[in-house]
Structure formats: structure tokens, C-alpha cells
């Protein structure tokens, strides 16, 4: 029963502990494949002298001009975003897809970055204005079996379409870095667009990239930086008393170290690394308690053991080695255990936290070097009472059995117990506490309706070339339907960070008064389709020509920036962008544009009805099968040549949650993984000490105990040390649940019964635990316990 135990509490212990690090690893190494010294510059704002936001993007003439004017720099690379319907003909056969994937890219991307080309000469690619870099995947989707070089893909983008040349094919890339690219097109042709054509220091949407030499002092080369930023548009920084600044970013340090404006997908957490690193560790700890426990309490029946054979000869380097050897065997089929788990739950591992990690983790370093640590700290840890203390003992003492009670050795136990559930009652706190915080942003009102939204792209092949035609017509043809209840559309949906901003101010007021603001551009169907409270003023209208261009609406947090005392004092008022000045016709009511991570931002809206990327529905969630059947069908006959692509809009707004949702989930099984551990531990424990109080009991019985009082007894001091351990686990708990829920703009008060319902599901687990083998020991005949003994 021991060995089963401690093979079954190790070989679990290991294999979870072993996922743990193995998803840490992942996330740790992202873009570690790159070489040295790429950094991204990263662009910091300030205003009045304080820190107000940071971007990934910034202008696309720095570093073209910081690799020309300082040598520190060796190559550079920038990229734009080229999100954009892709269409390609064959033998009249249309294939198109929107891809969200695409970028525009300088010719030296290949050199700096590892990511292998398949096809193609990565010295020559995207030197071409209308060159395209594709990946495997795209090759395939579009391409089937034939040779993709050479081919003409079509890109339709609001920035700069036209047709592509394919002229290499990169291997699909690895999950763990933070550029995630389908098409790579040529930034010559960007470059070209009239609106770029001199706005090298004006435009911010470009994520720059430079590779250092080595020995670069990074301190000394951002003040460089800066120089060529005052150099270009210290003037009007000056001016406005709004400062930037450049950042270089280690790219290794971005996935888990920067959640800034404008990232290119979402990153990872370095603090829910830390957090699953501590749990690893927690587990593991569990685990090994257990097995040091349970091998200190055998340990102490072998007493006699190691007399006898000092007896016979055995010296003690051979007793050491001897039980070295058993400690070994034992670790060794639990690690057997643990790789056959390995391969068996490694699938269910990746869905759960919802990565790829490779499951080729036998030759990875980061495997090997955790199950050496493991292995050789505990053979030796769990082998060193027995190897060391018990074959120091002098054979006349050791035969007469002196050693076996030690005041020592008991606290040294009770130590364990209570360790192993602080630790798990840790984990169950921390359970709870993820699940409320994460339902209590879910359940917050937003301020607007996402529930029952259809969020459709938008086409960007039209028959007419006008769009305001063709989409009136598209919700003309949907309205018809008493299930679709309001269309409108919009530049960003909620749920989605908003690129677009700008400096804003009150006419009257001072450039050193101006503040960014967030812009959307929509629809007059925008706010009744979000269900969006109005303050004060009136809702835009395509009836008045006034409208267009030339007003805007704005958040209750924007009319706060600007310095109005009142949403009736800002109606009518003109606010300033750059030279031109917009009328405020409305104010409304703050509504949650992301997630409660996030706080509230001044928020512009713009009427412009035509060009918008997204087309929201709104249905009244009969038959949404039918619904969306209805909405395929219907744009697809009005836009033929584009690809479809819809989502539900609440299932997209909790997306934003995944990383919190994943992590709860994650905390929760290993925390239930724990309590199995740590209590079958403590079923191993009490089954042995309540064995060794059988005369006790038989005597206690035949003096009239009941079978209650001997429950009683046999269980308390377990109890008592469960008991302990919550106490311990509150200020501890405490600590790491306040350092969690620092991350969010919106968060829970910690409630104390989350602590005394996590003690009491403890107590319960360890009762019913400790119970089993007390009942047991209860309902013994004392009559054949005393002989027996």
C-alpha cells in the first residue's frame, strides 16, 4: 500500500509539475530563436511632464534614418499592418479569404529575423514593389499542390492594394514568437501611398525593429535616439507640452513583458507565469512531503533492520548506499509513471492552457533539467533520514529499539502535513478566487448590448465602387427579415483596441491643454444598435449634410479631458484637431470599449458612414441558425467576389478574458490534482500511526470508550494540524491574491468566507481522509487487537 501510494503521489506530482514547467518554458522562450541584440523601439508619451501611454508603433523615418546616421545600428525592419480581402483567379475559379495576418515588410525582414524561407532567396525577396512572401499554410489554401512562385495574388486593403507577385514561401511559423504573419508584402508600395508619401515623422502605425552591434550601450544609444526625435518634431513637441520619447524593447522581453497600445496580438503575463511556476513548485513540494512522510515513518520500523545487519558485518557506507539504491528504484518507476501521463495527457495539457507546445519535450533541455533536479534531490532527500540517521545507530541500541520515538522526527512530520495543505488550501483560494473576479467582469454592465450581435467584415470588392450604396442595399435586403432588428457600422466593434487617436482640444484653449483621444467612425445607426444612452444632444444624421465631416459626439471620460463642467455646456461647443475644429452635438454615456483590465479612455465619435470595416446585426435570438444562414446568403449574392467573415460579438468581447479564464482553469484542476496528492499522503500517514495505537484503542474500548470518542481521538491531531495550515494560508493567500488582482482596472474585494469556505473543504477532505482508517481501527474487536499486538 506505501509503495502504491508513494509511486502514484510522486508519479502525479512529477507529471504536473512537469506541464507546468513545460508551458512556462514555452512562454518564457518566446523569440529566443532571433539571435542577439533585436530590440523594438517602443514610443513613450507624456504629457505636462506626466507619463500618459505607450505604443508598439511609431513613425516609419526613424529607423531608416537611425541605421544612416549611427553606426551602433546594424539593419532595421518595419512593418504595417495589411489586413485585407486576398482574391486569386484561376480558369475563372475565384478563391478569396480576408486575411488578418498580413503585413508589409522591408526587404532586410529575412536577415533579421529566423524565420526560413522553403522557396524563394531571402537576399532578393520584397526588394520588388509588388512582391508577396507567403507561408506554407497560405501556399496551400490557395495554391493546392501546384508551384506557388511566380503566382498573382490580389490584395484589397484600404491602405495600398494591387496585384502581388509571389516570390518565396517561408515555413510556417513557430507558436512561441510574437510576429505572427500569413503574407508579407513589399513597404516600398506602402511607401508609395500618397497619404505616406511625406509623412515619414507624421504617421505612428509602424513597428520598427533594429538589430544593435554588440557592446552597444543601450542607455547612451536612447538618448541618440531622442536627438533624432527633437530633431524632427521637437518643435511641435514644445509647442503641444506633449514629450515622447524612444524605447528600445529586448524582443524577448515583448511577449510576456509588454501589454501596450497598438501590440500586435495579445501577450502573455509574466505574472501568471510566476504564478504557474508556483504552483509547479507547490505540487512537486506536495508531492515530495508525501514521500519523505511516509519513507520517515517506515524508516523507523527498520530500526532493528539496520541492528541486525551491523551485526552480521554491514558497514555504514553500505547501509547508505543500500537504502540510496531503494530511494532510487522507487523515484525511478515513479518517473516511469510520470512519462507514460506525459504522453497521454500532453493533448488534453495544450487544450487546456490552448498552446501547441511541442510534444517533442524529450529533447528538450527544458525538460531534462527539472527531471534531473528531481531525481537527484530526491533520492537524496528522502533517503537521508534512513541512510544517514538510522545506520549511525549503534547495533546494541539499534536491536533494543531505543530510536524508534523521537520528539523530532513527530514535529518534523507535522510540519509536512501542515506545509502540504497550506499549499493546497492555497490553491483552493486561489480557484475561487480567479472564478469570482473573472465572473464579476463578465457580469458588469458595459453600456452597451453585445449580447445577440452578428459582427460581419465588411466587403472591400464592390461591383459599384460606392460604398454607401451597396451597404444601404445589404441592410435594406436584411431588414426585410422581423428576426434582424437594427444594422449599422462602425470602424472597431467593441472588444477591440482602438488604433485610431489623435490630440484634441477645447477651441479656446491652450496647445499645452491637448490630450489623445480615441476615434470611432460610425454610422447614424451605431448608437441605437448598441443600445448606447445619449446624455444630452442628438444622435448624427445622414439628412443633414452639416453632419458629415464636421461634428462629432463624445464620452462622458472625454467631456471630463476637455474641462467641461457639464454635458449641456459641451453641446455645441467646438472642439480643436490639428487646424480643423469639430461641433460637439452630443455627449454619451461611457461605455466599456475593452475589458475591465482596462480603464474607461475619451472616446470621439466621427460620422463617416462609408468605408467602415465592420457591419454590426443585431437579431432578436429566435432562430439565430436561420439568422445567420439568412446574412450568409444575402452577402454573398450582393458581394460575390468577397469572403465572409462573421462572429458573435459577446463570445468575441469575453475573448479578451482567455488568459484569466485558462489560468482559473488551470489553478483549478492542479488544485484538486493537490488535494488528491496531499490526501492520500495523509490516508498513508494515518494508516500507519493508527496502526501503531491498535493495543491503545483495544485498551480504550474495553474500558468503555465509545466508537465516537476514539473517532475523536485518532482524528484531532490531524485535524488540528489541517487547522494550522489554514491559519498560515491566510496571510500568505492574502498576499498573492492582492498582487493578482493588481492588474485590473475592475476588481472584487476579497470576501473572508472564500477563506473559511477553502478551510472547511480542507478539513472536510482530511476528516473523511482520516476517518476511514479510524472507523477501521473503531470497530475492531479489542479483544483480538490486544492479543494481536
Known amino acids: 500500500m506505501y509503495s502504491i501510494i508513494n509511486l502514484l503521489g510522486l508519479g502525479l506530482g512529477v507529471t504536473a509539475s512537469l506541464l507546468l514547467f513545460q508551458y512556462a518554458s514555452f512562454e518564457l522562450n518566446y523569440d529566443n530563436f532571433h539571435g542577439e541584440n533585436v530590440y523594438r523601439i517602443r514610443l513613450d508619451n507624456y504629457h505636462g511632464g506626466s507619463f500618459e501611454n505607450s505604443s508598439a508603433t511609431s513613425y516609419y523615418g526613424e529607423s531608416p534614418e537611425l541605421k544612416e546616421t549611427y553606426e551602433e545600428v546594424r539593419d532595421y525592419v518595419r512593418l504595417h499592418r495589411a489586413d485585407g480581402m486576398i482574391k486569386y483567379q484561376k480558369d475563372g475559379v475565384i478563391i478569396s479569404n480576408f486575411e488578418r495576418k498580413g503585413f508589409y515588410a522591408d526587404s532586410g525582414f529575412f ?9 524563394g532567396d531571402k537576399d532578393k525577396v520584397l526588394k520588388n514593389l509588388n512582391s508577396v512572401v507567403i507561408t506554407e499554410s497560405v501556399a496551400k489554401r490557395y495554391f493546392g499542390n501546384e508551384e506557388p512562385l511566380g503566382k498573382v495574388l490580389t490584395l484589397t486593403t484600404e491602405w495600398q492594394g494591387g496585384d502581388y507577385i509571389v516570390e518565396g514561401v517561408v515555413k510556417d511559423l513557430p507558436k512561441n514568437s510574437h510576429i505572427q504573419f500569413d503574407l508579407l508584402f513589399s513597404i516600398e508600395k506602402l511607401l508609395t501611398n500618397a497619404q505616406f508619401k511625406h509623412g515619414a515623422w507624421y504617421w505612428t502605425n509602424f513597428y520598427n525593429y533594429v538589430r544593435l552591434r554588440p557592446a552597444t550601450d543601450i542607455s547612451q544609444f536612447q538618448s541618440k535616439m531622442d ?3 527633437y530633431k524632427h ?11 515622447q520619447k524612444f524605447v528600445l524593447q529586448p524582443i524577448r522581453d515583448i511577449h510576456l513583458h509588454s501589454n501596450i497600445f497598438s501590440e500586435m496580438d495579445v501577450n502573455g503575463n509574466a505574472q501568471l507565469i510566476s504564478f504557474i511556476l508556483i504552483i509547479a513548485f507547490l505540487i512537486i513540494g506536495i508531492a515530495w512531503l508525501n514521500y519523505l512522510n511516509l519513507s520517515t515513518v517506515k524508516a523507523m520500523e527498520r530500526v532493528k533492520e539496520v541492528g541486525i545487519r551491523k551485526v552480521m558485518g554491514s558497514g555504514k557506507s553500505q547501509l547508505i548506499f543500500q537504502f540510496l539504491f531503494e530511494s532510487l528504484l522507487l523515484i525511478l518507476g515513479a518517473m516511469g509513471i510520470a512519462a507514460i501521463l506525459l504522453f497521454i495527457v500532453k493533448p488534453y495539457f495544450n487544450e487546456l492552457v490552448g498552446k501547441d507546445i511541442s510534444s517533442d519535450f524529450f529533447k528538450q533541455s527544458s525538460f531534462w533539467i527539472p527531471v534531473t533536479l528531481i531525481l537527484v534531490t530526491g533520492t537524496f532527500l528522502s533517503a537521508l533520514y534512513p541512510a544517514f540517521v538510522l545506520s549511525s545507530f549503534q547495533p546494541i541500541s539499534a536491536l533494543k529499539g531505543k530510536f524508534v520515538k523521537s520528539g523530532a522526527g513527530e514535529k518534523f512530520r507535522k510540519g509536512m502535513v501542515v506545509l502540504q495543505f497550506t499549499a493546497s488550501i492555497l490553491l483552493i483560494i486561489g480557484t475561487l478566487i480567479i472564478g469570482k473576479q473573472i465572473r464579476f467582469m463578465q457580469e458588469q454592465e458595459l453600456g452597451i448590448t453585445i449580447n445577440n450581435k452578428l459582427i460581419i467584415r465588411a466587403p472591400k470588392i464592390l461591383r459599384s465602387g460606392s460604398y454607401s450604396n451597396e451597404i444601404q442595399s445589404f441592410k435594406d435586403a436584411l431588414l426585410q427579415y422581423p428576426s434582424i ?3 449599422a457600422t462602425s470602424s472597431e466593434v467593441p472588444g477591440k483596441e482602438i488604433f485610431w487617436t489623435n490630440e484634441f482640444k477645447r477651441k479656446e484653449a491652450s496647445d499645452y491643454e491637448k490630450s489623445i483621444f480615441s476615434i470611432v467612425s460610425v454610422d447614424d445607426d451605431y448608437i441605437p444598435c448598441y443600445g448606447i444612452n445619449l446624455v444630452v444632444g442628438r444622435n448624427f444624421s445622414k439628412e443633414r449634410i452639416s453632419d458629415y465631416g464636421n461634428t462629432v459626439i463624445i464620452n462622458e471620460t472625454a467631456l471630463k479631458v476637455l474641462g467641461y463642467d457639464s454635458a449641456e455646456n459641451a453641446l455645441n461647443q467646438e472642439i480643436q484637431v490639428g487646424l480643423d475644429l469639430k461641433k460637439v452635438i452630443g455627449v454619451i454615456k461611457d461605455f466599456q470599449q475593452e475589458s475591465f483590465k482596462k480603464s474607461k479612455t475619451p472616446l470621439i465619435l466621427y460620422f463617416i458612414p462609408w468605408g467602415n470595416d465592420y457591419v454590426s446585426v443585431s437579431l432578436n435570438a429566435t432562430n439565430v441558425h436561420t439568422d445567420v444562414n439568412i446574412i450568409t446568403d444575402t452577402y454573398k449574392k450582393m458581394f460575390p467576389e468577397n469572403a465572409i467573415e462573421f462572429f458573435f460579438l459577446d463570445d468575441f468581447f469575453n475573448r479578451q478574458y482567455q488568459n484569466e479564464v485558462q489560468f482559473g482553469t488551470i489553478v483549478k484542476v492542479f488544485s484538486l490534482l493537490s488535494i488528491f496528492i496531499a490526501a492520500i499522503g495523509l490516508f498513508g500517514l494515518s494508516s500507519f500511526i493508527i496502526s501503531k495505537r491498535t493495543k491503545e484503542v483495544g485498551i480504550r474500548k474495553v474500558l468503555g470508550s465509545s466508537d465516537m470518542s476514539i473517532l475523536y481521538l485518532l482524528s484531532k491531531d490531524f485535524l488540528i494540524l489541517v487547522a494550522i495550515a489554514f491559519v498560515l494560508s491566510i496571510p500568505i493567500g492574502t498576499l498573492l491574491i492582492n498582487k493578482w488582482l493588481e ?19 480542507a478539513l472536510l477532505i482530511a476528516f473523511f481522509t482520516v476517518s476511514f482508517q479510524a472507523i477501521k481501527a473503531s470497530l475492531a474487536n479489542p479483544v483480538k487487537s490486544i492479543r494481536t499486538e
Open 485 to 487: 432588428i437594427k444594422i
Open 743 to 761: 492588474g485590473f482596472a475592475k476588481r472584487i474585494d476579497i470576501p473572508f468566507w472564500i477563506f473559511l469556505l477553502s478551510g472547511a473543504i
Open 227 to 229: 536627438t533624432i526625435l
Open 233 to 243: 518634431i521637437g518643435r511641435e513637441m514644445l509647442k503641444s507640452n506633449n514629450i
Open 111 to 119: 536577415s533579421m529575423f529566423s524565420f526560413p524561407l522553403v522557396k
